[in-house]
T-cell receptor, first 114, second 113 residues
Framework: NAGVTQTPKFQVLKTGQSMTLQCAQDMNHNSMYWYRQDPGMGLRLIYYSASEGTTDKGEVPNGYNVSRLNKREFSLRLESAAPSQTSVYFC?????????????FGNGTRLTVT | KNQVEQSPQSLIILEGKNCTLQCNYTVSPFSNLRWYKQDTGRGPVSLTIMTFSENTKSNGRYTATLDADTKQSSLHITASQLSDSASYICVVTLQTGANNLFFGTGTRLTVIP
């Protein structure tokens, strides 16, 4: 039982390049999320998917797109990377949107945009 | 404005000592408060959840308290171990809304031998 798996672990991009961050969970969770974590700031929600086939914007969606490929997988795409997108990206899942369900996080993708 | 503030930002303690981390919030209407532990290079892991009616909850050497009247929570770590070195993040959940989680910036705890 791997939980939430993110790939790649590290990535360096040049400004303007594109890439897709992959996330998969094996806990049969309905809800999945993408967060970014920057020094001195709390985790900020980029996009989330309450269930297969639905996605919604979070607090900081600009410059990103997502795809909920199936119940297990939720990918995050940067179409044209900018230095401001240098961050650590975390994917998370939860059993449902109920307020007592904890988030299960992956171990992050460390992205540097030069 | 819904906010979660944690203090101190960082803390260094000797192995075996106790410590207390603080979380103050202005999130309303409140649903629950959760503490997460984040080891370096890893994702956060849930330690404990506090709902409105709970004052104290323990998870091994971790004890969380909640005062819903003053909107304060604390995480007390007893007999610290080197493996307790991590960031501890306070997360408050709103009762309503789609984006209903509010994250603190965390307290970085370092336990030294």
């Amino acid at each position: 039982n791997a939980g939430v798996t993110q790939t790649p672990k590290f990535q360096v991009l040049k400004t303007g390049q594109s890439m897709t961050l992959q996330c998969a969970q094996d806990m049969n969770h309905n809800s999945m999320y993408w967060y970014r974590q920057d020094p001195g700031m709390g985790l900020r929600l980029i996009y989330y998917s309450a269930s297969e086939g639905t996605t919604d914007k979070g607090e900081v969606p600009n410059g990103y797109n997502v795809s909920r490929l199936n119940k297990r997988e939720f990918s995050l795409r940067l179409e044209s990377a900018a230095p401001s997108q240098t961050s650590v990206y975390f994917c998370a899942s939860s059993g449902d949107r109920s307020y007592n369900s904890p988030l299960h996080f992956g171990n992050g993708t460390r992205l540097t945009v030069t | 404005k819904n906010q979660v503030e944690q203090s101190p930002q960082s803390l260094i303690i000797l192995e075996g000592k106790n410590c207390t981390l603080q979380c103050n919030y202005t999130v309303s209407p409140f649903s629950n408060l959760r503490w997460y532990k984040q080891d370096t290079g890893r994702g956060p892991v849930s330690l404990t959840i506090m709902t409105f009616s709970e004052n104290t909850k323990s998870n091994g050497r971790y004890t969380a308290t909640l005062d819903a009247d003053t909107k304060q929570s604390s995480l007390h770590i007893t007999a610290s171990q080197l493996s307790d070195s991590a960031s501890y993040i306070c997360v408050v959940t709103l009762q309503t809304g789609a984006n209903n989680l509010f994250f603190g910036t965390g307290t970085r705890l370092t336990v030294i031998p």
